[in-house]
């Protein structure tokens, strides 16, 4: 089982240009004027008039099980991380950073509302209850995922960048067209979470016209890491991203993403506008990937290691740790309960993915359409025959042809 590791390489492999250096000390300021923030680097809790009120409840009890929350996500995906390198997975993509970003706005949505998320949101699925475990045949190539999306109210994981868009805000229309908007407990709405990269696909912008134009119950969850794997932010956008939500006629706020209660607090009052008919809306979560995009990434090719070592100053899991101990008296032996449960964690979640079987040949015939046709159960068949074939006769060249 691996250790915990600090962040990635710090060297770059080639001398930054100006337009890099630059990029870097734009990404590493605050997030300007309208960012809303509840709790400061310096572990510091700050009001805000329009917000705070979102997280009251949050006292230290709530704020020790957001940092189990986080620390045992970052956890899962650093072992992730290891065991794609010792070749037990085809890839992983970390979330390395993203944790409150991720867990705030978990944390804030209800059993009743529907989640879809993109391939990083491994913080959001163990708020949703899905065990770390199910996440592993997606990134070892066994399955699509291992969960009940329906049960969980969270669906599958989505390769095709921005893709979720659509199928979020199709699922939220049909969340106003069956009336289930609207005051009330059983009230629903729709998360649909996708990074800063997505913004510059076709998906999203369609998802965002169609869902203004219906007003569907839809919160727009942007986590703004600064990077489109090598594409800074400045490259996609002249505009913040949040403030791109007025061309389309719904509101768009900027949080802090590493501030776990400005996550939560602005995700419920988001949430809230949604389920009583005031949605959509687009929140930005200005955040910052300390690691590679994926394991098949070296970001040390393109940005620099200044900027990676100011945002460590912004960890997201130590300011509430810091805040937790000056503000609450929270002691050692509740840290050191935490770090044994992610080693547990940890262990067990390797364990499992060594111990993963190959999928049977015929799975690729399952889990594909809702019913049966001729035309596929011929082919399923087939492949079953020349598969026997195979093995019986135990060659790489495949059955016999009879000399052909």
Request: glycine content about 10%; overall charge negative; aromatic content about 10%.
């Amino acid at each position: 089982m691996s250790r915990p590791q600090s962040w990635v390489p710090t060297d770059p492999r080639s001398a930054p240009t100006r337009e890099h250096v630059l990029s870097g000390l734009k990404g590493t300021d605050e997030g300007g004027a309208e960012l809303v923030q509840l709790l400061t680097p310096e572990g510091q809790r700050v009001s805000d008039e329009r917000f705070g009120s979102y997280a009251d409840d949050v006292g230290a009890e709530e704020l020790q099980g957001f940092y189990r929350d986080m620390v045992l996500v970052r956890r899962i995906d650093r072992e992730g991380n290891a065991l794609q390198r010792q070749g037990q997975l085809g890839i992983w993509v970390p979330l390395l950073g993203q944790e409150a970003a991720q867990i705030g706005a978990g944390r804030a949505a209800t059993p009743r509302d529907m989640i879809f998320p993109s391939y990083r949101e491994h913080g959001v699925a163990w708020c949703r209850g899905i065990d770390p475990t199910d996440l592993l045949g997606i990134f070892r190539g066994t399955d699509h995922g291992s969960w009940d999306p329906i049960a969980a109210r969270f669906h599958l994981y989505t390769i095709v960048i921005g893709n979720q868009c659509l199928n979020a805000t199709g699922y939220a229309m049909g969340q106003r067209f069956e009336g289930k908007v609207g005051e009330g407990p059983d009230a629903e709405a729709t998360m649909c979470f996708f990074g800063d990269g997505a913004t510059s696909q076709g998906d999203v912008h369609e998802g965002f016209v169609w869902a203004a134009a219906y007003d569907a119950p839809v919160v727009f969850y942007c986590q703004n890491n600064q990077w489109a794997i090598s594409v800074p932010l400045e490259r996609q956008t002249r505009v913040p991203l949040f403030q791109r939500a007025r061309g389309y006629g719904f509101p768009g706020v900027r949080v802090d993403g590493n501030d776990v209660l400005a996550c939560l607090a602005v995700s419920r009052w988001a949430l809230e506008e949604c389920r009583t008919g005031n949605g959509p809306v687009l929140i930005e979560a200005f955040t910052y990937r300390m690691d590679a995009h994926t394991t098949s990434d070296d970001p040390s090719r393109y940005r620099l290691a200044d900027e990676l070592e100011l945002w460590k100053l912004k960890d997201p899991i130590e300011r509430v740790r810091v805040n937790l101990v000056r503000e609450h008296g929270v002691g050692q032996e509740f840290f050191d309960e935490v770090q044994a449960e992610s080693d547990e964690l940890a262990a067990r979640f390797r364990a499992f993915c060594v111990a993963m079987p190959d999928p049977a040949p015929d799975r690729m015939f399952s889990e594909v359409y809702a019913e049966p046709s001729p035309q596929l159960e011929a082919q399923k068949q087939a492949f079953l025959e020349y598969h026997a074939s195979f093995e019986a006769e135990g060659s790489l060249a495949g059955p016999s042809t009879g000399g052909v």
